[in-house]
């Protein structure tokens, strides 16, 4: 929420707030000052506005991905899998996670088989389990995963391992039906018909309701949906990567489907989790990451330190600036932040009540522009996996 006197109280300090304010200091800012948003579980298109009357389509904080409605925010299931530290969590506390991400209105939880592999989809199918029927469990297929031994051996769309993945998933989520299930890249040997065909499949069998794809080429988004009508797109979307503005975002417009962004964050870079003293150990992703090395952090922070004015603008901290401003820009938009830490889920489901006018948008998006960030988005292995196009058939 924007509080108007502590924003003139803290504009004075903005010059010098690299100096003098702590920036772990402005993220408490925004937990200080923003009251904390309780939603409703099982609200649904109908809902009571409060004075008795109802009103038809989204209820408040929730969203919709075509058809299928989720929190307008939702939980990315990669630190719990110790994707960024290394470390496993321990089960007690993915459990505890997830209920308290649960008991403030999130309800949309993002996962896969090779996330762990195999093990993330165990820890979210176990913590969700005592309330799994009220919630969206999202997760992906498209990798060829020895369901035994989880060794990844490389991009697979072909029907049979969708089947065989989708029925691990199930098993390992404890589920009997994947309320949307997402191509995680698309497999340039098998064509997007014969995918799309799997999946109606599964779909006639009960075990998948909705599908997406995740990075995938333009024309291949056209030919899926024309066979199977995609609930959501799911690709990389922050403030320092806004190629989807181009060309995907329009084109979902176009044909009615929703947009999950991966990484909000940018791997934490965004919620004030990196610094030019920043060091990633064996194992953590983000080591190999261009845009996060001791070269190109300092040059990069630029934008970190933007959106912090805007934060002190707003009395907000950086990651919920970014989520809102994500959130701000298609109503059909649902970004996915992945925490293993308590405190900083509260945090960020406050971007809920964070708004942008249109006015804000545009001075925030042509401030970002003026941003030269260094670095690409990913190592040059994983970009060549995205944006492909199937093959046409035959
Ligand atoms: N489709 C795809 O190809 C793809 C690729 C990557 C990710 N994903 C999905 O997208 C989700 C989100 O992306 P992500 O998790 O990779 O990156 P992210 O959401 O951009 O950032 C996650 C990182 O930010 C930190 N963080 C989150 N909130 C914070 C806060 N308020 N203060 C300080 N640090 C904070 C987390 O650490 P803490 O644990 O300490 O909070 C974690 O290290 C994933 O979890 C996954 O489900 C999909």
């Known amino acids: 929420m924007e509080n108007k006197n502590s924003e003139n109280l803290w504009r004075g300090n903005i010059v010098n707030r690299r100096k003098f304010l702590g920036r772990s200091a402005i993220a408490s800012l925004g937990l200080a000052l923003n009251p904390f948003s309780m939603v409703a579980h099982g609200e649904t298109g109908a809902a009571n506005n409060g004075e008795g009357k109802t009103f038809t389509g989204t209820a408040p904080n929730r969203r919709k991905l075509g058809n299928l409605e989720v929190s307008a925010q939702g939980l990315g299931g990669l630190p719990v899998v110790g994707f960024y530290t290394s470390g496993v969590r321990?089960?007690?506390?993915?459990?505890?996670?997830?209920?308290?991400?649960?008991?403030?209105?999130?309800?949309?939880?993002?996962?896969?088989?090779?996330?762990?592999?195999?093990?993330?989809?165990?820890?979210?199918?176990?913590?969700?389990?005592?309330?799994r029927k009220d919630v969206v469990l999202a997760t992906k297929f498209g990798f060829d995963v020895d369901p035994d031994t989880g060794e990844r051996r490389g991009i697979d769309s072909r029907p049979k391992t969708i089947r065989r993945s989708v029925e691990g998933s199930l098993k390992r989520l404890k589920t009997d039906y994947i309320d949307l299930s997402y191509q995680h890249r698309v497999d340039p040997n098998v064509p997007i018909e014969d995918v799309a065909g799997t999946i109606q499949d599964l779909m006639n069998e009960g075990k998948v309701r909705n599908w997406g794809l995740s990075e995938p080429g333009l024309n291949t988004v056209r030919r899926a949906h024309a066979v199977q009508p995609l609930s959501a797109v799911q690709n990389e979307y922050s403030p320092w990567s806004r190629d989807p503005e181009t060309d995907i975002l329009p084109l979902c417009e176009e044909l009615g489907i929703g947009f999950v962004p991966w990484c909000p964050l940018g791997y934490g870079f965004f919620a004030d989790a990196i610094n030019e003293n920043s060091r990633f150990s064996e194992?953590?992703?983000?080591?190999?990451?261009?845009?996060?090395?001791?070269?190109?952090?300092?040059?990069?922070?630029?934008?970190?330190?933007?959106?912090?004015?805007?934060?002190?603008?707003?009395?907000?901290?950086?990651?919920?600036?970014?989520?809102?401003?994500?959130?701000?820009?298609?109503?059909?938009?649902?970004?996915?932040?992945?925490?293993?830490?308590?405190?900083?889920?509260?945090?960020?489901?406050?971007?809920?009540?964070?708004?942008?006018?249109?006015?804000?948008?545009?001075?925030?998006?042509?401030?970002?522009?003026?941003?030269?960030?260094?670095?690409?988005?990913?190592?040059?292995?994983?970009?060549?996996?995205?944006?492909?196009?199937?093959?046409?058939?035959?």
Do not use: C
């Not at 309800?107 to 993330?120: H, Q, R």
């Not at 298609?330 to 945090?347: A, D």
């Open 283 to 394: 194992g953590d992703f983000r080591a190999i990451l261009p845009r996060i090395t001791p070269e190109n952090i300092p040059q990069n922070l630029e934008m970190l330190y933007y959106i912090e004015e805007w934060g002190l603008r707003k009395n907000a901290s950086p990651s919920q600036i970014t989520l809102a401003w994500l959130q701000a820009q298609k109503p059909w938009i649902v970004p996915i932040p992945g925490t293993s830490n308590s405190v900083h889920l509260r945090e960020n489901i406050r971007a809920n009540d964070i708004s942008f006018s249109s006015e804000e948008l545009k001075e925030f998006n042509s401030g970002i522009s003026d941003i030269t960030i260094a670095g690409t988005r990913n190592a040059q292995g994983v970009m060549d996996a995205m944006g492909v196009e199937a093959p046409s058939e035959g």
């Open 90 to 131: 321990d089960q007690s506390l993915v459990n505890k996670l997830y209920r308290e991400a649960y008991d403030n209105g999130v309800t949309f939880f993002d996962t896969a088989e090779v996330y762990g592999p195999l093990t993330n989809e165990k820890q979210v199918g176990e913590a969700v389990a005592p309330f």
